[in-house]
């Protein structure tokens, strides 16, 4: 089974006309001000899933500030994932600072969506301030065995619309506040993956955090499959397009690219990501044993 952990839909209300928004929201605007910056519904997710081979993706809406707009976003994300016939996985997304975020999560949650996320602050800089905002989104998240997917980006190299302060010694502060929750962190967590070869600490607290691969063939040399390979192995690797940004198609040619095994593709292909949400499929025994036999 192919899953896609990392992809965003919007209703049509925004896709056809998101003027008014990127006037109401600074972080939409940062990202989807340029109309070369795709929007898509559901059916468009779809019908690229059916054109790559994916059998399922998870789908998440945008973390807007106004909290009637995230409940909109919210409630389609759910609906277009009740249509899908379990093809798609919803996510719920808010903005952790707004009052009303983590009423949101737990109403979502408590319907039936699987996991929280993207969380991210594009027009602030990640600081460890959000570890108290994010308390209570993260209590939920443990009561209802969710993950929470946390954006993140390299801190180095060339900007591009989206790329924003994410200190990775805070990112790894907010991932040790909550030492029972499962995280996946997006875009390989920004490189801290790398950071699980130090002696002390890092590894044990890095333990229950999955990197996606989303927008990979961007960011990314293909090498950085064998590099994070080396470090976290397989099974905490899950692949993520980032659709509409990027097509899985692409991504499947960086794997191709990487000299992956059969065995290695197909953990990172949907394997793990199953594992790591929860789902049932026919090899959920094999990760409990997978994951028994690794201590996790």
């Known amino acids: 089974m192919v899953i896609d952990c990392h992809t965003h839909i919007f209703p049509s209300f925004?896709?056809?006309?998101?003027?008014?928004?990127l006037t109401l929201d600074a972080a939409f605007r940062i990202l989807y001000s340029s109309p070369r910056a795709n929007?898509?519904?559901a059916k468009a997710l779809l019908k690229e899933m059916d054109r790559c081979g994916v059998d399922r993706a998870v789908v998440m809406g945008f973390p807007w500030g106004d909290p009637a707009l995230v409940r909109r976003h919210n409630d389609y994300v759910g609906e277009a994932a009740g249509r899908?016939?379990?093809r798609l996985i919803p996510f719920v997304c808010v903005d952790p600072r707004t009052p009303s975020a983590a009423d949101e999560v737990e109403s979502c949650?408590?319907?039936?969506?699987?996991?929280?996320?993207?969380?991210a602050f594009?027009?602030?800089?990640?600081?460890v301030w959000v570890i108290e905002a994010l308390a209570p989104i993260a209590?939920?998240?443990?009561?209802?065995k969710a993950p929470l997917m946390l954006h993140a980006n390299e801190p180095v190299g060339h900007d591009y619309p989206g790329k924003t302060e994410v200190p990775l010694g805070n990112l790894y502060e907010i991932v040790r506040s909550f030492?029972?929750?499962?995280f996946i962190l997006a875009h390989w967590g920004g490189g801290l993956f790398v950071y699980e070869l130090l002696k002390k600490e890092a590894r044990e607290v890095l333990s229950r955090v999955a990197y996606d691969t989303a927008a990979s063939p961007f960011l990314y040399d293909p090498a950085v499959y064998a590099v994070a390979l080396r470090i976290v192995g397989a099974r905490r690797i899950l692949f993520g397009s980032d659709y509409p940004l990027i097509s899985p198609?692409?991504?499947f040619a960086d794997m191709d690219g990487a000299g992956l095994s059969i065995e290695d593709q197909a953990w990172i292909k949907g394997r793990a990501a199953a594992c790591w949400l929860g789902l049932e499929t026919d090899e959920k025994e094999m990760c409990r044993k997978a994951y028994k036999e690794e201590g996790g």
């Open 84 to 86: 899908s016939g379990g």
């Open 179 to 182: 030492p029972e929750n499962r």
């Open 14 to 21: 925004i896709c056809e006309d998101r003027g008014p928004y």
């Open 122 to 127: 594009y027009a602030d800089p990640l600081d």
């Open 139 to 144: 209590s939920s998240c443990r009561v209802h």
């Open 39 to 41: 929007l898509v519904e």
């Open 249 to 251: 198609e692409r991504c």
């Open 109 to 119: 949650l408590k319907a039936g969506m699987c996991g929280v996320g993207e969380l």
